[in-house]
């Protein structure tokens, strides 16, 4: 049967109700705090109170669970019992206490906007301002301040420019890239590189031939390559083309000549005389502003020679001249004639073979003497060709 207590208190160490156990509004329900009992029998929930000041209750699985308001349901409690208004977040301070934190805007800088449509809340920042921070960094947002290189960022706006902040400038910090770099990038293999063709290289040695040039190093990894000659070299006997056949050019007395190929036989001069003696020279003199009055030697001849022509040609107008062969001691002093007449010389050119007396004896002086000089000329190239008798 039911056991009600109207009293101010109902005391008792062990208390078995097998039916329910109704209290006044005014009484109490004390339990002594414990620290736990044993697991009750099956079918049984034991109730007590811990020194934690908790509610709690055992099956007979030995389960504890809670029942005071911070394990069942004490938070959801606590939260509904706030009287703020607006957006926010809980936060637990202590045991089943939540505190609610509401979210404010701060003008211009951050707004917040409730879209219940969508269930969530919308956060603005707005333009924010680096000292808008409370650390005194920099926030990065597209078009804003550039990120300094000691915050992290390239302080630029550009690639060029933040090559240049972070000391990578293309040509000055660093090598451009090159098909070049990238050939010399590709050997692997020792020796001297040769640029083979555009964008191409290799890795070439230097090497000997047995017997006649010798290379250590070749390819210069332990030192410079050195080329040395053995002390002993393989000689190869040299070739001597046959020159029976051939028609060879000689200076003879007359100026001209060929040596016949029968002289010639099998590389070595049988009997030909090649009149070595007949050689013909020429010599050149320039004369600066020629006038009728010049006269001085052009050359000395030790042996006998003959004349062969004798030309003049001048920058403009035209000089009248002769070639005089003259006594050894006495090259200031006239001479004879060696031109039957003078030569006319002129812008065109001239030349003489007009000789009235051509062969000139060794120990002999040859000068130059003009006649006439007209137009004005500013420069005059004279050249004697003789030949050596």
Same mark, same amino acid.
């Given at each position: 049967m039911p056991l009600t207590?109207?009293?101010?208190?109902? @005391?008792?160490? /062990?208390?078995?109700?097998?039916?329910?156990?109704s209290l006044g !509004?005014?009484?109490?329900?004390?339990?002594?705090?414990? &620290? #736990?009992?044993? =697991?009750?029998?099956?079918?049984?929930?034991?109730l007590y109170a811990k020194s934690d000041g908790n509610l709690y209750c055992k099956d007979s699985a030995d389960n504890e669970k809670d029942l005071t308001a911070g394990a069942a349901g004490g938070e959801a409690n606590t939260a509904s019992n706030v009287g703020t208004s607006g957006m926010g977040v809980f936060k637990q301070k202590t045991g089943v206490d939540l505190e609610f934190k509401r979210l404010n805007a701060v003008s211009g800088k951050v707004s917040v906007t409730d879209d219940p449509a969508n269930s969530k809340i919308d956060l603005d920042l707005g333009s924010v301002a680096s000292s808008d921070l409370s650390d005194g960094g920099s926030l990065y947002r597209a078009g804003g301040t550039d990120v300094a290189v000691a915050d992290g960022g390239t302080g630029a706006s550009d690639a060029a420019q933040a090559r240049t902040s972070l000391g990578l400038s293309i040509g000055s910090d660093v090598q451009a890239h090159g098909a070049e770099l990238d050939a010399l990038a590709g050997l692997s293999a020792n020796g001297l590189v040769a640029r083979t063709a555009a964008g191409a290289a290799a890795a070439r040695t230097i090497t000997g031939t047995a017997g006649k040039i010798q290379?250590?190093? #070749?390819?210069?990894?332990? #030192?410079? !390559?050195?080329?040395?000659?053995?002390?002993?070299?393989?000689?190869?006997?040299?070739?001597? =083309?046959?020159?029976? /056949?051939?028609?060879?050019?000689?200076?003879?007395?007359?100026?001209?000549?060929?040596?016949? =190929?029968?002289?010639?036989?099998?590389?070595?001069?049988a009997a030909a005389r090649l009149a070595?003696?007949? @050689?013909?020279?020429?010599?050149?003199?320039?004369?600066? /502003?020629?006038?009728?009055?010049?006269?001085?030697?052009?050359?000395?001849? &030790?042996?006998?020679?003959?004349?062969?022509q004798v030309r003049g040609v001048t920058d403009?107008?035209?000089?009248?001249? /002769?070639?005089?062969? @003259? #006594?050894?001691?006495? !090259?200031?002093?006239a001479g004879t004639d060696t031109l039957t007449s003078?030569?006319?010389?002129?812008?065109?050119?001239?030349?003489?073979?007009?000789f009235a007396d051509a062969t000139v004896p060794g120990q002999r002086w040859l000068a130059y003497r003009a006649s006439a000089v007209s137009g004005s000329p500013a420069r005059l190239w004279v050249a004697v060709e003789y030949t050596i008798d």
């Open positions: 207590d109207s009293s101010d208190s109902l @005391r008792t160490r /062990n208390l078995t109700v097998d039916d329910a156990l !509004p005014d009484t109490p329900l004390e339990l002594q705090e414990m &620290a #736990g009992p044993a =697991a009750p029998p099956a079918g049984v929930v034991r290379v250590s190093n #070749g390819d210069g990894v332990a #030192g410079d !390559p050195v080329i040395t000659i053995p002390d002993s070299p393989t000689l190869v006997t040299p070739v001597v =083309a046959d020159l029976s /056949n051939m028609t060879h050019d000689h200076q003879d007395a007359a100026g001209g000549g060929t040596l016949d =190929a029968a002289a010639i036989a099998s590389g070595t001069l070595s003696q007949h @050689r013909t020279v020429s010599r050149m003199i320039y004369i600066e /502003n020629p006038t009728a009055d010049d006269e001085f030697p052009i050359g000395f001849v &030790a042996d006998d020679v003959t004349l062969v403009t107008g035209t000089v009248d001249f /002769n070639i005089e062969h @003259r #006594g050894t001691n006495t !090259p200031g002093t003078d030569v006319t010389a002129t812008s065109a050119g001239a030349s003489s073979t007009d």
